[in-house]
């Protein structure tokens, strides 16, 4: 072998120097027939550097490149031959649809792969070595088809699915919860509709969801309800002790007057530290700006499609934290002879009472028992006249701070409601009333408003003033 090659390079660098294009040819020519026939790596490795070698004798020559070339043309021939046996091999186990559909593109991805992009044949010893990984290379290939052809069907779908939720986010039992695009687009009923094979009639699906979607609400309502509750359990039962955690859970209720939470993000960028009440702080807007994925739905091909459509918008509780009740509160509840670990919060409105702290605020049970009342006040019961009084202003102000929605004639039909003054126009124009009430049977008030924000306190001394005595946030 040794000779032969260096008989081969004496020949070469004879015919460069003699510069004899016909019998380069020839040499060339020879060669090639030769390589073909024993189609054997170790032949042709040998002449790649003999190439490398006569590269270097002739450098500078105009025929570095025709060498080079030479080489080169063997190499591409040795790839070709390697990727047909690749194939044949992929398609004696099975791969032949998937195949079939690179064909057109000479087999990208799979002659891409560093295991077949090589001049070597593949003996069967090299493909028990290299096989598996190849194979892994066709997995891969197919999940990116695959991934790729989803996300083509779900854009194509996109329009349908925005019409249909869009009506069912107009359906006035979703406001308390504020159930928003993407909270309804990632649940399990819609993606499903939206993954199903073409053969599937696709607008009748759709046209049916809103027959499925009293259920669908119901399991979403019960799923957040279950997180609100978890901020009651303390972080090491839930994972250390999860049985622990749900007989926990189940004494207690986010009906109880003692229900709070706080926005870790209202407090941190805002300096808002207001306690939070069930189910108004459902509507919160920071619990609606991004979300997370469960587990099993991170990296598919649908959350991705619903980010880039919707974005991360989503109801998420991450950044709410419970607020223990304090002690100057316990007294408050018991105060009116209520037991704070059951009083539910429907109780206690019901006994319409005030509280009066330092002979200066009167406010709601709500505002008296929330965590950011001074500790060392000295409160008292408020009297029925001093109630009835700052009731009067409370209902002012809720009825200022309502949106409101026509449920006769199903108006307006953007989902934020009207303002006190349209709801007005609207009430004396299409239903001849004149005054707005919480209890309208026309009008009804949107979130944000709802009872459980009843958190008004006032200066005492400013209930009876001619002037309209404003709600005071913070002491
Ligand atoms: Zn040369
Ligand atoms: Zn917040
Ligand atoms: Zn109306």
């Known amino acids: 072998m040794k000779s032969e090659i260096d008989d081969l390079i004496d020949a070469w660098v004879k015919v460069v120097k003699e510069d004899d294009d016909e019998a380069m040819a020839t040499l060339v020519g020879q060669q090639f027939v030769r390589v073909r026939k024993t189609a054997k ?22 025929h570095v490149a025709l060498c080079e070339k030479w080489a080169e043309a063997e190499c591409v021939e040795l790839r070709k031959e390697r990727l047909r046996d690749v194939v044949s091999r992929l398609r004696e186990v099975g791969w032949g649809d998937e195949l079939d559909l690179m064909k057109e593109d000479n087999y990208a991805p799979l002659s891409k792969l560093a295991e077949v992009n090589v001049p070597e044949k593949l003996t069967d010893t090299a493909w028990s070595n290299v ?102 359990v303390p972080d090491f039962d839930e994972y250390e002790y999860p049985r622990r955690a749900k007989s926990y859970k189940r004494l207690l209720s986010l009906d109880l007057a003692t229900t709070r939470f706080r926005c870790e993000r209202c407090a941190v960028e805002f300096g808002w530290d207001c306690d939070l009440y069930y189910p108004s702080v459902l509507s919160h807007d920071c619990l609606h700006g991004e979300t997370e994925w469960m587990d099993d739905e991170t990296d598919t091909v649908y959350a991705h499609f619903v980010e880039e459509y919707v974005g991360s918008e989503g109801f998420y509780t991450y950044r709410l934290h419970a607020v223990p009740l ?54 008292r019961m408020a009297t029925s006249g001093e109630a009835s009084k700052a009731q009067k202003h409370e209902r002012r102000i809720q009825l200022e701070e309502a949106r409101w929605f026509c449920r006769t004639c199903d108006e307006p039909q953007h989902a934020r409601g009207w303002y006190c003054r349209d709801a007005l126009r609207h009430l004396a124009t299409m239903h001849g009333g004149v005054t707005l009430s919480l209890e309208c049977e026309h009008l009804q008030a949107l979130p944000g408003y709802d009872k459980s924000q009843d958190d008004f306190q006032f200066k005492l001394d400013s209930l009876d003033s001619d002037e309209k005595a404003k709600r005071v946030y913070q002491l």
Not at 41 to 62: E, H, K, N, W
Not at 142 to 160: G, M
Not at 335 to 363: H, N, P, S, W
């Open 326 to 379: 304090t002690t100057q509160a316990r007294k408050l509840f018991e105060l009116c002879g209520k037991d704070t670990d059951t009083v539910t919060a429907q109780e206690m409105d019901a006994l319409g009472v005030r509280f009066v702290r330092d002979e200066e605020y009167i406010m709601t049970w709500r505002a008296a028992t929330s965590s950011s009342q001074d500790p060392d006040g000295t409160w």
């Open 131 to 232: 096989g598996r990984e190849i194979i892994k290379g066709m997995e891969s290939a197919q999940t990116r088809r695959l991934a790729r052809e989803l996300d083509e069907k779900l854009h194509s779908r996109a329009d349908i699915m925005e019409s249909t939720i869009k009506s069912l986010l107009r359906r006035p039992e979703l406001w308390p919860y504020r159930v928003g695009f993407g909270d309804i687009a990632r649940m399990p009923e819609v993606r499903e509709i939206m993954c199903a094979p073409d053969s599937e009639d696709i607008d009748a699906k759709f046209a049916a969801l809103p027959t499925q979607f009293g259920d669908m609400i119901r399991r979403w309502k019960a799923h957040v309800d279950d997180q609100l509750l978890n901020k009651y």
């Open 41 to 62: 790596v170790v032949v042709i490795r040998p002449l790649r550097i003999a190439a490398s070698r006569l590269t270097q004798d002739c450098y500078g020559t105009q």
